[in-house]
């Protein structure tokens, strides 16, 4: 299940907003803890096996943790555990290592090895293994106590609305909600709305642009023209932004009905003017993580001359391999702690200094170069697609209709969402915002004065825009334009 599907929208999340509001405050903690648990065993079984042993030894590790301040081992031993566990199913869902199980088939009881192969990577798992690395190592700095409530702490590792996207939520900063989630009439509704933005932006947009990139990328080669591969990136740049801050404005949505305030995890990145601004704006909650448990303890061991670029070189690398043990996520990563490291120089210097539309044109170059091997099946296919945008056209061959289309004729809808999906990366509500004029801002306060309901006008508009919107998303569900999220699988 996910926020998407029919029963989450229709069955699930409805029944248990409603319970939810109707219980007492004591009892909500574990009615969304059922929930979640029940949300787990509708993605897999496995799934709550897995999350039951990570709230079992963490929960007991960090009363360790706290109980023996002087010892490093207990912390150790947790980060170590949870790196193990998501490297585990790293591994064992991308490359399935036959040869691995066979080796110790005589050894292995038939339901083990048969559980082995046929591994299920459990949602959620890369950011629910981030956020309880962050815990361990805040109880021991000291930031916070442990965690003595062991329905408490289930629920901030098996929080259903921030399982499947994030946003990475550190303990310290729902630790209060998790044992009194009270939220008002207005975060609610605020909830609804924000919910509602997700659904539009991965239905309308996300969905819609997927139909140019997925056929493109999924090929065996990119077997087609220059203008072509140019429409797929751009159209998979736009599917991946509109797909990830999507589904994380309905994890934030989610969060405010049930009274959770998660971190935000975009900031129109597309208006960055280098890297660095760039990952302060994109995933802002991963940067923040690795900032803050990688970067800044590298950085207090930093090497002379070359510590800090290889600081940063060393985080970027472990954030590709994050999304996944393959040679494209490390390049990609690779690419990221390049640009950065080259920004820490002179090179940084100078482009703070340049003109603006440079700073933006170099940050969206280096980013969409990188989406080339974040997307491409292998380093062999990036090579060749990056060939294509350069102009290529050697060892193109024409291909039966049923493994092009629709890369070549494209319908109306996907043009629409194309061109809507650029020009909602601008700063529109600033600029329709009244109070960015003097004048205009003046006017509407002496309006609003005069007659107070006036300020009910652009709620109900938005409101009404919203609800239509969100109904056409249905619609395009029903279609069966639906398209997996992106950021699911990490």
Partial sequence: MDFLSYPFLFLFLPILLIVFLLAEVRYRPAILLSASLAFLIWGGQSALIVFALLIAVNYFLGQWIEKSPASRLPLFLGIGFNIAVLLFYKIFTTYHPLWLIQSFERLLPDVVEAGLLNLVYPIGLSYVSLQLISYLVDVARGIVPSEKNLLNFALYVALFPKILTGP?????????????????????????????????????????????????????APNFTPQIAWLAL??????????????????????????????????????????GDFWRRWHMSLSVWFRTYVFYPLERRRIPLVGQQLNILIVFLLTGLWHGLTPNFAVWGLIMGGALTLESAAFGRWLKNTWRPVQHLYTLGVFLSSLIFFRSP????????????????????????????????????????????????????????????????????RAKERYPRLGLIPRLLS????????????????????????????
């Fill in 463 to 490: 409101d009404a825009i919203l609800l239509a919107l969100f109904w056409a998303g249905i619609a395009a569900l029903v279609s069966g334009s639906y398209a997996p999220g992106i950021y699911d699988k990490f």
């Fill in 378 to 445: 292998t380093l062999t296919f990036a090579a060749d697609f990056i060939g294509r945008l350069a102009g290529d056209t050697t060892g193109i061959t024409p291909l039966p209709f049923s493994m092009t289309r629709p890369l070549p004729i494209v319908d109306p809808t996907t043009w629409l969402a194309l061109g809507f999906g650029l020009l909602f990366l601008l700063p529109l509500a600033s600029w329709l915002d009244p109070s960015t004029s003097l004048r205009a801002s003046l006017w509407w306060a």
């Fill in 234 to 275: 751009i159209a998979f740049t736009l599917q991946i932004y509109y797909d990830f801050s999507g589904f994380t404005d309905m994890a934030i949505g989610l969060g405010h009905m049930f009274g959770f305030t998660f971190p935000e995890n975009f900031n129109q990145p597309f208006l960055a003017r280098s890297l």
């Fill in 168 to 220: 990475i939520t550190p303990y310290r900063v729902i630790r209060d909600e998790l044992a009194n989630p009270a939220p008002s009439f207005v975060r609610v509704s605020e909830g609804l709305r924000r919910f509602a933005l997700g659904f539009i932006k991965k239905t309308l947009i996300a969905d819609q642009v997927a139909k140019i990139a997925n056929p493109a990328f999924n090929l065996s």
